[in-house]
């Protein structure tokens, strides 16, 4: 773990001890307090990197409708390491410019993070189960076949 991680780590159980929990806790909460009690001082990386985060983030909402009427992502990532740092390059589907590797790279590595998740996700609801003991474990099924025919089906359908 990072220096920055141990941290924030620390005046998170700070927050913890000094305000209470009830076991839900808000990022943003704790981010204020944390600012307000002179614990969090942002420098200009770290505002550069939300400025970016906000336009990665309105990259990854900018959907457009194609003239079947189907919905699609606009701007997709691909992720790489350069110099030792970690770089999300954007590609928009409509550019002619954008080549055509930007987006088998990017179509890859999302399908990976989706298997991360669901990795994550069935070992989440393991622990989950083998510690609670619930009279109905949770199961996690991960065969997403039939969930992806229904939601097409429900995309309208252009004439």
């Known amino acids: 773990m990072s220096a920055y991680s141990n941290q924030m780590k620390a005046y998170i159980e700070r927050y913890r001890q000094e305000?209470?929990?009830?076991?839900?806790?808000?990022?943003?909460?704790?981010a204020r307090w944390a600012y307000e009690h002179g614990l969090h001082k942002p420098n200009p990386k770290t505002v550069i990197d939300i400025i970016a985060g906000d336009i990665a983030q309105m990259f990854r909402e900018e959907y457009?409708?194609?003239r079947y009427g189907r919905r699609y992502r606009?701007?997709?990532?691909v992720t790489r390491k350069q110099n030792g740092q970690t770089l999300s390059l954007w590609g928009d589907l409509d550019d002619p410019n954008t080549p055509h590797s930007h987006f088998v790279k990017s179509f890859a590595q999302r399908r990976q993070q989706i298997v991360g998740d669901c990795v994550?996700?069935?070992?989440?609801?393991?622990?989950?189960?083998?510690?609670?003991?619930p009279a109905e474990p949770i199961q996690t099924v991960?065969?997403?076949t039939l969930d992806v025919m229904e939601l097409q089906q429900r995309i309208p359908k252009a004439a």
């Open 19 to 30: 305000v209470g929990s009830d076991g839900l806790v808000d990022p943003h909460q704790i």
């Open 120 to 133: 994550q996700l069935k070992t989440d609801a393991d622990v989950y189960n083998d510690k609670r003991k």
């Open 142 to 144: 991960l065969d997403f």
């Open 64 to 66: 457009r409708v194609d």
């Open 74 to 77: 606009a701007k997709h990532a």
